[in-house]
């Protein structure tokens, strides 16, 4: 079985990383958070920052504990082993990303372009 090349450097993980987290968090979710609950959206801002520095930690233990290719799967299957569980569980988070992105690109627009009544 062919294994995957990593041609991918640190920096170049990174700049897409932050990109991604830019360019759909900062502007449109800050604008849309702010409408929806005022100041509150601070300490909820704040609240995930620090929910979100845990489950990097928690990706980065596991990613230096098994370091191969397949990332949610492969932790799964670690740990339920090689059944349905670990199957479902990695094509679960690829559905969800993929549902995510499409949300939030459809949240731009919808930001960017608002529909007018008719």
């Not at 979710?29 to 609950?37: D, E, L, P, R, V």
């Not at 929910?51 to 990613?63: D, N, P, Q, R, S």
């Not at 094509?91 to 992105?101: C, F, H, K, L």
Request: with cysteine; hydrophobic share 55%.
């Amino acid at each position: 079985m062919a294994e995957l090349r990593k041609n991918l450097g640190f920096w170049t993980v990174f700049s897409i990383t932050i990109t991604a987290m830019i360019g759909t968090g900062m502007f449109f979710g800050t604008a849309i958070a702010s409408q929806k609950a005022g100041n509150a959206s601070i300490l909820v801002w704040v609240f995930l920052g620090l929910m979100t520095v845990y489950i990097g930690a928690c990706f980065g233990e596991l990613t230096s504990m098994y370091p191969k290719v397949g990332g949610i799967y492969e932790f799964a299957k670690h740990a339920y082993g090689r059944n349905i569980y670990s199957f479902l569980i990695g094509w679960t988070s690829w559905v969800v990303i993929n549902m995510m992105n499409s949300l939030l690109i459809v949240a731009a627009l919808d930001y960017i372009m608002p529909q007018t009544a008719r």
